[in-house]
């Protein structure tokens, strides 16, 4: 079974500029999540989808968005992008039958500029 | 807010030794406790406990939960040079769909 793949891998941007990322989750899987991994704060929530909706947001401006297609992959976007947003993006999927474990990607490394 | 507190920070330990890493936890509705390695980029899922005082055991690793204490421990021993990583503890919360809360992690490097 394939696992999460994220892409890209390495991403290099101004300031002021946008970003989508992308990831697709394991097959089945139907939640997806985003979390920010930075050396100052580690990994920090950022949102999660299922079945297409927002079901969790967390404390990350409105700058930072996301969506879900109806074959579970999953986007997020950063506009406006700014020096402190340079981290690595993770995205998990799980299952979401009762305590299924969260299972990453590989990351984008996202370098603000 | 949920919270998670791991120690120590890093710890390095030469092969063949025993190693105790500890996470406390603060969370309003536990739903789980879940234990990762990260080596290079992608975090890989090691343990979910959800009952206290049932070891989890996998190899080498193993993990135990107490929730009227609020910590875990995970143990590795007879450690290798392919242990060297970073461990995070998470905690899940029932009222949080999947969302995950995470300790700044320990930095574990095995000297051979």
């Known amino acids: 079974k394939a696992g999460v793949t994220q892409t890209p891998r390495y991403l290099i941007k101004t300031r002021g500029q946008q970003v989508t990322l992308s990831c697709s989750p394991i097959?089945?899987?139907?939640?997806v999540s985003w979390y920010q991994q930075t050396p100052g704060q580690g990994l920090q929530f950022l949102f999660e989808?299922?079945?297409?909706?927002?079901?969790n947001k967390g404390n990350f401006p409105g700058r930072f968005s996301g969506r879900q297609f109806s074959n579970s992959r999953s986007e997020m976007n950063v506009s406006t992008l700014e020096l402190g947003d340079s981290a690595l993006y993770l995205c998990a999927s799980s299952s979401d039958t009762n305590n299924s474990p969260l299972h990453f990607g590989n990351g984008t490394r996202l370098t603000v500029t | 807010e949920d919270k998670v507190v791991q120690s120590p920070l890093s710890l390095v330990v030469h092969e063949g030794d025993t190693v105790t890493l500890n996470c406390s936890y603060e969370v309003t509705n536990f739903r789980s406790l879940l234990w990762y390695k990260q080596e290079k980029k992608a975090p890989t899922f090691l343990f979910m406990l959800t009952s206290s005082g049932i070891e989890k055991k996998s190899g080498r690793l193993s993990s135990i939960l107490d929730k009227k204490e609020l910590f875990s421990i995970l143990n590795i021993t007879a450690t290798q040079t392919g242990d060297s990583a970073i461990y995070l503890c998470?905690?899940?919360?029932?009222?949080?769909?999947?969302?995950?809360?995470f300790g700044g992690g320990t930095r574990l490097m095995v000297k051979p």
């Open positions: 097959s089945g899987h139907r939640s």
């Open positions: 998470a905690v899940g919360n029932n009222n949080a769909g999947n969302m995950l809360t």
């Open positions: 989808y299922f079945s297409e909706t927002q079901r």
